[in-house]
C-alpha cells in the first residue's frame, strides 16, 4: 500500500526558513518521479519542484534559488529545505508521485499525501 506522510510545516516570520520532509511506504522513491507540490487558499494546486527518476529537477520560477528538493533513497524520504520564505509561500504543501511521466501538473501524479501547512508572515 502506497502511502506518503508530509512533515515539517510550521509558521515563520518572512526571510526564514523550512525543512519539509515526505516519508514514503510501499514503494521505493527511487523509481518514481516525486514532486512537492502547494495550494493556497482559494488558488489552484500548483507545482514547486519535481525530481525525476533520471534527468533534470525542475523548479517553479517562483521558488528557483530559495527551495531545494532532495532524495534520501536509504531512509525512502524526500525533503524540500525553504529558505528566504516570503508571505506568497503560505499555503499547504503536499507531496506527491508518479510512477509514469514527471510533470508539473498535479493531475498527472497518481499518490499524494495529506499535506503540511507553511505558514509566512511579513
Known amino acids: 500500500q502506497v502511502q506518503l506522510a508530509e512533515s515539517g510545516g510550521g509558521s515563520v516570520q518572512s526571510g526564514g526558513s523550512l525543512r519539509l520532509s515526505c516519508a514514503a511506504s510501499?514503494?521505493?522513491?527511487?523509481?518514481?518521479?516525486m514532486g512537492w507540490f502547494r495550494q493556497a487558499p482559494g488558488k489552484e494546486r500548483e507545482a514547486v519542484v519535481n525530481?525525476?527518476?533520471?534527468?533534470?529537477?525542475q523548479y517553479s520560477e517562483s521558488v528557483k534559488g530559495r527551495f531545494t528538493i532532495a532524495r534520501d533513497i536509504a531512509r525512502n524520504t524526500l525533503s524540500l529545505q525553504m529558505n528566504s520564505l516570503k508571505p506568497e509561500d503560505t499555503a499547504i504543501y503536499y507531496c506527491?508521485?508518479?510512477?509514469?511521466?514527471?510533470?508539473?501538473?498535479?493531475?498527472?501524479?497518481?499518490?499524494w499525501g495529506q499535506g503540511t501547512q507553511v505558514t509566512v508572515s511579513s
Open positions: 525530481i525525476p527518476k533520471y534527468g533534470s529537477i
Open positions: 506527491a508521485a508518479s510512477p509514469r511521466t514527471c510533470s508539473m501538473t498535479p493531475a498527472l501524479f497518481t499518490y
Open positions: 510501499g514503494f521505493s522513491i527511487n523509481f518514481y518521479c
